[in-house]
């Protein structure tokens, strides 16, 4: 049993929280983390989390700025923040299917918008009920991530040092994009492919310090899984692929993208698909406890504004009225994609009942083990082939049954990321002392201001670079791989995608089954550190090899650095510090990166000329330079990392 939490600002204290200057500031970084991670998230197939640098962002800017604030006002800011991150998070694994499935020819505005705000709003409803069953009473959920930013702010003197080294790898992340889109000192990938025989081979690496930072951020095994998954495609199947395969008149690295383009992306979604059903088989135990909690909690849910401040949530008037705004929301989205009332009221139900379901769910494996480890993919995968094998069982096929089931998709997805962040935010709420129904209106806030901007972002990025698909000749595309996924899953249930080649969909299923062999029968009875986790191999067999091939080198520098601090006797506090620095590096690289990324997409579309300097230098030194730079990147966020433990 956990020992009873006791706030740091106790009940009886009142600090100013819910304040404008709190509000304004989480929705400023609500829409850039938003934004950020709609990027990075069609860039790399995952997304990072924006709780801990919004909490240092927060504390640097009211603290060290306007020489003003509180624990409690930094606290509201990281939760607004947050909300717009999970909410990027939701939406692109289902919305770009849309267009890429050619059911709608551009992000549409309206539509793409309700999804984003019906589903977020709906997973911060279904979760309010489930505070005190689920945080309060629920003793084995331990929250790890929360628990860790609930210490990132009571250490808030250290805020304003912390904000610098954000602000310097936002600036560092930006100048390597302009570096490579707009100067053309550096190229985006150093690539080569040869002949090997009858077939050929290929290595490539893309020298985004983005990418990089984002396998520090996962750790050590999970960029190795996804490397692993990776050498799968490009060392086994590509070769097997292209044995005899005619390379006259092209290069092996147009042959070898050609092979991956049209084969290898279904070799990976086949280990997708059997990795996200396996996700949800393994917490069968884990989601009967969590839908008994949440049964308890709506059974249990009263007014609550005569208890203590800590203790104070929204009202049951304003929940209900929230929940069928949220229900309106996602029946006008539906009736207006598919102009069907009947279909509508289909969707309606099966959307209501799995958002129920994924949101308790969602919620309890973070508290387990974190937000950065929760099914959501699976989740959404099961969602489809539900909703999917509904509406075929009543009759309804073609266009209308694929808009309806991803419209589904898109809805449940949205809450259950949505979900998951508010059960971490609450729990840090109750460590620091916050005021739950001020969380609770800011994460409202968080979820339907954001929205707002989703489908602008995706639509300039589909435009600039293309999604799944490269816009024009010579560029590369953001492989959106769980977009990519979802057009091949749903396009083949209903018959859209009629090429789709399902002996290598079977051939992928075979080796996440065999990994889940692999890790139950040897690894998890020896208890190694190692695990065969499914679900990052098979996205590492879907990306790029250079978009894998960066995140390995940021997995290695977060273990050269665990290994540096071991070997010079940093442990405990000191050797989280450490790790901490170099995360929060890790982010503004991030962020800054994906910032950028953005804005040149604008240049992009308005015509502006890029590269400016074009070939400045034959290919061999261009490349020498590229990874150059690249590798200096990976030296400076070592730096950081020891920059007052070498002292």
């Known amino acids: ?61 009211l603290r060290g700025l306007l020489r003003r604030g509180n624990i409690l006002e930094n606290n509201v800011v990281h939760t607004i923040a947050s909300s717009g991150e999970s909410l990027a998070a939701g939406i692109i694994f289902t919305v770009p299917a849309l267009v890429l499935l050619n059911l709608w020819s551009e992000f549409n505005y309206i539509e793409t918008t309700l999804i984003a705000m019906a589903g977020g709003v709906m997973g911060v409803v279904m979760m309010i009920p489930l505070r005190k069953p689920m945080i309060i009473e629920q003793k084995e959920l331990r929250f790890p991530e929360g628990v860790a930013c609930a210490e990132v702010l009571k250490a808030g003197d250290r805020g304003g040092a ?5 602000f310097v790898a936002l600036g560092l992340g930006g100048l390597f994009k302009v570096l490579i889109d707009v100067v053309g000192l550096f190229k985006a ?3 080569a492919a040869f002949r090997a025989g009858p077939t050929g081979l290929y290595f490539g690496t893309n020298v985004s310090p983005m990418l990089m930072a984002v396998g520090f951020i996962v750790g050590w095994e999970v960029s190795l899984l996804v490397f692993l998954g990776g ?40 280990a997708m698909v059997v ?33 203590p401040r800590t203790e104070q949530g929204i009202n049951g008037r304003a929940l209900g009225a929230l929940m069928l705004m949220s229900l309106i929301l996602t029946a006008v989205v539906y009736y207006m994609m598919t102009d069907s009332l009947a279909v509508t009221g289909i969707t309606s139900i099966a959307m209501f009942v799995l958002a129920f379901f994924f949101v308790a769910v969602a919620a309890y494996i973070v508290g387990l083990v974190g937000a950065s480890n929760s099914p959501v993919s699976g989740m959404t995968i099961c969602t489809v082939i539900v909703t999917a094998g509904l509406l075929l069982i009543l009759g309804y096929s073609g266009p209308s049954g694929m808009i309806a089931t991803l419209g589904v998709a898109g809805v449940v997805c949205c809450a259950a990321c949505t979900s998951g962040d508010i059960c971490q935010d609450l729990k840090i709420g109750q460590i620091v002392g916050a005021t739950p129904k001020r969380l609770q209106a800011g994460e ?64 992928g299923a075979a080796v996440g089954v065999v990994a889940i062999l692999v890790d139950r029968i040897f690894l998890q009875p020896r208890g190694t550190t190692f695990r065969l986790h499914p679900m990052p191999l098979a996205v590492g067999m879907y990306l790029p090899w250079t978009v894998t091939f960066p995140i390995l080198f940021g997995g290695i520098v977060y273990r050269y650095v665990d290994r540096r601090a071991a070997a010079r006797g940093i442990e405990g506090e000191a050797k989280q510090a450490v790790i901490h620095r170099g995360l929060l590096f890790s982010s503004g690289l991030v962020a800054g990166e994906a910032i950028l990324g953005i804005l040149i997409a604008i240049l992009v579309v308005v015509g502006v000329d890029q590269p400016l300097l074009g070939d400045w230098a034959p290919d061999g030194v261009i490349s020498v330079v590229s990874l150059l730079g690249f ?11 020891f920059a007052r433990s070498d002292g």
């Open 1 to 61: 049993m956990a020992d009873e939490i006791k706030p740091y600002i106790p009940a009886e204290k009142t600090l100013p929280e819910f304040t404008l200057q709190a509000v304004l500031l989480g929705l400023v970084l609500s829409l850039i983390m938003c934004s950020a991670n709609i990027y990075v998230g069609l860039f790399a197939g995952m997304t990072v989390s924006a709780a801990i640098p919004a909490s240092v962002i927060s504390m640097g800017v």
């Open 162 to 166: 912390e904000m610098m080294g954000i």
């Open 189 to 191: 990938n150093v690539e």
């Open 231 to 270: 050498a799968l495609s490009y060392l086994g199947a590509i070769p097997v692929l292209a044995w005899g395969g005619d390379f006259a008149g092209q290069s092996a690295v147009a042959v070898i993208d050609t092979i991956w383009d049209e084969q290898i992306r279904f070799f990976g979604i086949g």
């Open 275 to 307: 990795a996200g059903v396996y996700s949800i088989v393994k917490i069968a135990g884990s989601m009967g406890a969590a839908i008994k909690t949440a049964i308890h909690g709506i059974r249990g849910q009263e007014d609550t504004d005569s208890l």
């Open 444 to 507: 409202v806030l968080g979820t339907m201001i954001p929205a707002f901007i989703i489908a602008p972002v995706m639509q300039l990025l589909h435009k600039a670079y293309g999604i799944g698909v490269p816009a024009r000749e010579g560029v590369d595309a953001l492989p959106a791989p769980q977009g990519v996924m979802f057009q091949k899953l749903v396009g083949g249930i209903f018959g859209a995608e009629a090429d789709v080649p399902w002996h290598l969909v079977g051939y």
């Open 631 to 641: 590798v200096g990147v990976m030296w400076l966020l070592v730096r950081k990392c």
